[in-house]
């Protein structure tokens, strides 16, 4: 099939082609080059028009489409406050139960990549003193000497201030 862009089968242009030059003086009953071309160019407009319909078409899907997305979100809107309003009323509430309507969906948010898990950096400084299992070195900021120099204390990650009071004591 082809498309309604290009209306003319590919081996009708050179078939035009031909009794526009080389067989243009060639007249076979009531076949020529000048009928070949109207009817060829009706065959252009007739397809024009059907995809200027089909532009219309499209447009009034999309038209309705939206009107239908719009009354159904209306619908549950009211079905949810009927409901409230139903909460005394049980034989009201079984007849809006019987109603089979679609879960209302909100507009789904464009997919966000997880971001990758980075690993932590341990410092070990030479100077500290080694402590068992897993250490991490943390400068605390009220670890600071009369100098002003902040000092390096080696910290079990949740044993801040056991870790503190170890050193000050």
Same mark, same amino acid.
């Given at each position: =099939?082809?498309?309604? =862009?290009?209306?003319?089968?590919?081996?009708?242009?050179?078939?035009?082609?031909?009794?526009?030059?080389?067989?243009?003086?060639?007249?076979?009953?009531?076949?020529?080059?000048?009928?070949?071309?109207?009817?060829?160019?009706?065959?252009?407009?007739?397809?024009?028009?059907?995809?200027?319909?089909?532009?219309?078409?499209?447009?009034?899907?999309?038209?309705?489409?939206?009107?239908?997305?719009?009354? =159904?979100?209306?619908?549950?809107?009211?079905?949810?406050?009927?409901?409230?309003?139903?909460?005394?009323?049980?034989?009201?509430?079984?007849?809006?139960?019987?109603?089979?309507?679609?879960?209302?969906?909100?507009?789904?948010?464009?997919?966000?990549?997880?971001?990758?898990?980075?690993?932590?950096?341990?410092?070990?400084?030479?100077?500290?003193?080694?402590?068992?299992?897993?250490?991490?070195?943390?400068?605390?900021?009220?670890?600071?000497?009369? /100098?002003?120099?902040?000092?390096?204390?080696?910290?079990?990650?949740?044993?801040?201030?056991?870790?503190?009071?170890?050193? /000050?004591?």
């Amino acid at each position: =099939m082809f498309s309604f =862009m290009n209306a003319l089968p590919a081996p009708i242009p050179a078939v035009l082609e031909l009794f526009a030059t080389s067989l243009s003086e060639v007249r076979f009953a009531d076949l020529d080059g000048a009928v070949l071309a109207r009817l060829a160019a009706e065959v252009e407009a007739a397809a024009a028009g059907v995809s200027a319909q089909q532009a219309s078409l499209d447009q009034a899907r999309a038209t309705l489409a939206g009107k239908q997305e719009e009354l =159904m979100q209306r619908v549950l809107r009211a079905v949810a406050y009927a409901r409230v309003y139903a909460e005394t009323d049980t034989e009201l509430a079984q007849r809006l139960d019987a109603i089979a309507l679609p879960r209302a969906s909100a507009p789904r948010a464009p997919r966000r990549l997880r971001p990758t898990a980075v690993e932590p950096v341990v410092v070990v400084e030479a100077s500290a003193p080694p402590v068992a299992d897993a250490v991490v070195t943390e400068v605390v900021a009220d670890d600071v000497d009369a /100098d002003g120099a902040e000092a390096a204390l080696p910290v079990r990650k949740g044993k801040r201030r056991a870790a503190l009071s170890a050193v /000050d004591s």
